[in-house]
């Protein structure tokens, strides 16, 4: 079948009339107006062609336009549905690459971690230019003058492949970047940006671009193992990194009555976030106050932020 056709329509309108010529009562109106069509889809009219038609003799006769029947008339929005479809699509992608390129200013301007550049990798790291020639660079560390990036080991010959390699969370794998960075000047980036040396900036949406992980989420908070190392709260910390906060609970609670005071602040940590267990701010205060009272200085800040939402007037400060 061909893609782009132009079938004849079909009238919209089919009222019987009787026929001048033989008085047959199967004279009626038909279409052989031709319309482009993409597929089914109609996108403009050709011509438009009425005639009214004598199924019993064959008699014809023409019909204008402004003649027919204001509902065929009204029917005619039906030949510019791919059109209106054309316009829309277009417009939209054309309003897209406005507010990409609007995006990307403001990621050079208000540059965050990971933000994901793509570049031509001769410009961008200096080296001679392949075939394969586009790469990753990924936003590791900025400050007000500089900006920091992982280089990706990878080098693409086409924009859509960096796609698939993003969509199948390749930059996740270890030796995805190199180990060495490289640092630029803000400006140097900007006019990077500007010679399109860097052709595209994008900022990852939940660690993802393309639907794959392109970042490792951020690690959870940092444990307390303490200066003296107390077997169950190193435990705990071992759990509570692979995410096992049943058990990670279960240890530090030991640690916690063996009167350890960062196994008591681990505990209280968790009973507050609700890690492991359901969030219990009764628990989180009693278990941070023991640690406070052991002189314990994380467990002191913690203690007083917690005490902020949750009411510590009954806790034996002493
Ligand atoms: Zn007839």
Known sequence: MLLFNTAAADVFYKKQKTCPHCHSEHFSLSNHSKVLRFSILPIIPLSINYQHQCDACGYTSAV???????????????????????????TKAILGIHEQADNEIRY?????????????????????????NLKVAQLVEFDDKSMTFRVANYTY?????????????????????????????????????????????????????????????????????????????QQGITYFKDGQFKEA????????????????????????????????????AYWLNKATLQGNPKAK?????????YDCSKLNTQ
């Open 301 to 309: 800040i913690e203690l007083a932020e917690l005490c902020l939402s």
């Open 157 to 233: 010959k086409y924009n859509k492949d960096i796609e698939i390699a993003m969509r199948t969370s390749m930059l996740v794998q270890d030796d995805y970047f190199s180990s060495k960075t490289m640092t630029f000047t803000k400006q140097q980036v900007k006019q990077f940006y500007e010679d399109n040396s860097i052709y595209k900036i994008m900022r990852p949406e939940l660690y993802s671009l393309y639907g794959g992980f392109v970042m490792h989420p951020p690690k959870p908070k940092p444990l307390y193992a303490g200066v003296k190392l107390d077997k169950h709260n």
């Open 64 to 90: 204008s336009w402004y003649s027919l029947p204001p509902l065929e008339l009204a029917s005619f929005i039906k030949y510019f549905i791919g059109l209106v479809l054309i316009v829309y699509i277009l």
């Open 108 to 132: 050079l301007n208000e540059p965050k971690k990971f933000d994901t550049y793509f570049v031509y990798s001769d410009k961008f790291t200096g080296e001679p230019k392949r075939i394969n």
């Open 249 to 284: 609970l279960e240890s530090f609670t030991l640690s916690a009555k063996g009167g350890y005071s960062w196994g008591q602040l681990n505990l209280g940590q968790m009973y507050r976030d609700g890690q492991g267990t359901e969030v219990n701010n009764e628990k989180a």
